[in-house]
């Protein structure tokens, strides 16, 4: 159990565009998700926490017109890329929360999407 | 405030090497302390996890303890394969779950 997708895998598109990952719980309820950034050989850069039903908190740095995140339900959150430059290419990873018992939780994370904008 | 610090990479072992990477960690009140592994091109994958003082978590060969009096979490495996290179990150969580930390990630490159 606990698995967690994203779709696409990865995904060229042409500057200006907008671009949207989506993320999702397969068999479990997430209340909280998270969406991450990976630049190469480097460690996951939290971008935004998402919680359903209400609007993501976004960490310090990170341009909320620009990255579009929505959490519609316990199972999907989605990000969207707005007008993509090619700095925004990247590894985006998402990860869903769930308790594992009394104060303990974890997260499993998605398989990432690779943007590359052209 | 919380942060991790991992052993810099890579690190480079023979087959059947004993692995160690080391992982300490700052935190306010009480984190629970994960490892997880990155194999090329894929996500990251949960290997092994501790939610209070003392405990040890461990998974395919892999152990950590978690050590309060010395703010440590690190990896071990006694023996190590080929098929065990991959990035290992070290990461603390907070009691609400708000956030999650990594640590830069260790390279483990296992020669046959």
């Known amino acids: 159990g606990a698995v967690v997708s994203q779709h696409p895998s990865w995904v060229i598109c042409k500057s200006g565009t907008s671009v949207k990952i989506e993320c999702r719980s397969l068999?479990?309820?997430?209340?909280?998700m998270f969406w991450y950034r990976q630049f190469p050989k480097q460690s996951l850069m939290l971008m935004a926490t998402s919680n359903e039903g209400s609007k993501a908190t976004y960490e310090q740095g990170v341009e909320k017109d620009k990255f579009l995140i929505n959490h519609a339900s316990l199972t999907l959150s989605t990000l969207t890329v707005t007008s993509a430059h090619p700095e925004d290419s990247s590894f985006y990873i998402c990860?869903?929360?769930?308790?594992?018992?009394?104060?303990?939780?974890?997260?499993?994370f998605g398989p990432g999407t690779r943007l590359t904008v052209t | 405030g919380n942060s991790v610090t991992q052993m810099e990479g890579p690190v480079t072992l023979s087959e059947e090497a004993f692995l160690t990477i080391n992982c300490t960690y700052t935190?306010?009140?009480?984190?629970?302390l994960f490892w997880y592994v990155q194999y090329p091109g894929e996500g990251l994958q949960l290997l092994l996890k501790?939610?209070?003082?003392?405990d040890k978590g461990s998974n395919k060969g892999f152990e950590a303890t978690y050590r309060k009096e010395t703010t440590s979490f690190h990896l071990e495996k006694g023996s190590v394969q080929v098929s065990d290179s991959a990035v290992y990150f070290c990461a603390l969580g907070t009691y609400n779950f708000n956030k999650f930390y990594f640590g830069s990630g260790t390279k483990l490159n296992v020669k046959p």
């Open positions: 990860s869903a929360a769930r308790t594992s018992g009394g104060s303990s939780y974890e997260q499993y």
């Open positions: 935190a306010t009140g009480y984190p629970s």
């Open positions: 501790a939610t209070k003082a003392d």
């Open positions: 068999d479990f309820q997430a209340t909280t």
